[in-house]
């Protein structure tokens, strides 16, 4: 029934790096965006990085922008997140998501553009 599958997060220290993958093999319907979402306790979800696969654009949000990088492996139907220097402000639950989006260029960077969702990873930054 899940058809997005995250994994790589943990516990870390300020500074630190992590690798977050998205399995999307269980996928049962076409995609052609990918999202990292995040959400943190008593807070809305929020973008994070996002990929279109046809034009491999990328966005990032402001507060990540020079930290993470998405990258995606077509071949193994995987996308990741590079997350370095991370920061407490980063703990969050993040969660994966695609979505098809007929003609575009970009990927949308609101959540509510996505229909299929990962369980989520937790990732906490904390000394």
């Known amino acids: 029934q899940v058809q997005l599958v995250e994994s790589g997060g943990g516990l870390v220290q300020p500074g630190g790096s992590l690798r977050l993958s998205c399995a999307a093999s269980?996928?049962?319907?076409?995609?052609?965006?990918i999202g990292w979402f995040r959400q943190a306790p008593g807070k809305e979800r929020e973008g994070v990085s996002c990929?279109?696969?046809?034009?491999?654009?990328?966005h990032y949000a402001e507060a990540v922008k020079g930290r993470f990088t998405i990258s995606r492996d077509n071949a193994k139907k995987m996308v990741y997140l590079q997350m370095n220097n991370l920061k407490p402000e980063d703990t969050a639950v993040y969660y994966c998501?695609?979505?098809?989006?007929?003609?575009?260029?970009?990927?949308?960077?609101?959540?509510?553009?996505?229909?299929?969702w990962g369980q989520g990873t937790q990732v906490t930054v904390s000394s």
């Open positions: 998501a695609a979505v098809w989006v007929p003609g575009g260029s970009e990927c949308p960077h609101s959540n509510h553009a996505y229909n299929y």
């Open positions: 990929i279109n696969l046809n034009y491999i654009t990328t």
């Open positions: 269980k996928l049962p319907l076409s995609y052609n965006n």
